[in-house]
């Protein structure tokens, strides 16, 4: 089955960026569809970007459009996540997540999940 570990979260001050990067093993990565979810302490899961096998569809939240950008790269089974003008409310911890139908933002459609990264926005 797919296995997903994340990295590249950190503190960063606000206007800052990152690149969050969701390793792939176990399975052909390029069947799956990658969402892209953080949780904030206290709240919910919830969905940031989705991007298709190929990676020419993507979806995004609505409070994160230009300013975050998922991309992938099936040689490598790798995705990742461009995060720029970052602001304090985008902290949280960031899951990539795995699943074999359509592009969504809904968690609970995923079944296979990173460990997760901490991101934290700061001055």
């Known amino acids: 089955h797919l296995q997903l570990v994340e990295s590249g979260g950190g503190l960063v001050q606000p206007g800052g960026s990152l690149r969050l990067s969701c390793a792939a093993s176990?399975?052909?990565?390029?069947?799956?569809?990658i969402g892209w979810f953080r949780q904030a302490p206290g709240k919910e899961r919830e969905g940031v970007s989705s991007?298709?096998?190929?990676?020419?569809?993507?979806d995004y939240a609505d409070s994160v459009k230009g300013r975050f950008t998922a991309s992938r790269d099936n040689t490598y089974n790798m995705a990742y996540l461009q995060i720029n003008s970052l602001q304090p409310e985008d902290t949280g911890v960031y899951y990539c997540?795995?699943?074999?139908?359509?592009?969504?933002?809904?968690?609970?459609?995923?079944?296979?999940w990173g460990p997760g990264t901490q991101v934290t926005v700061s001055s």
């Open positions: 997540a795995g699943r074999t139908g359509p592009t969504t933002l809904l968690p609970q459609e995923y079944s296979a």
């Open positions: 176990g399975f052909s990565f390029g069947d799956y569809v």
């Open positions: 991007i298709s096998r190929g990676g020419s569809v993507t």
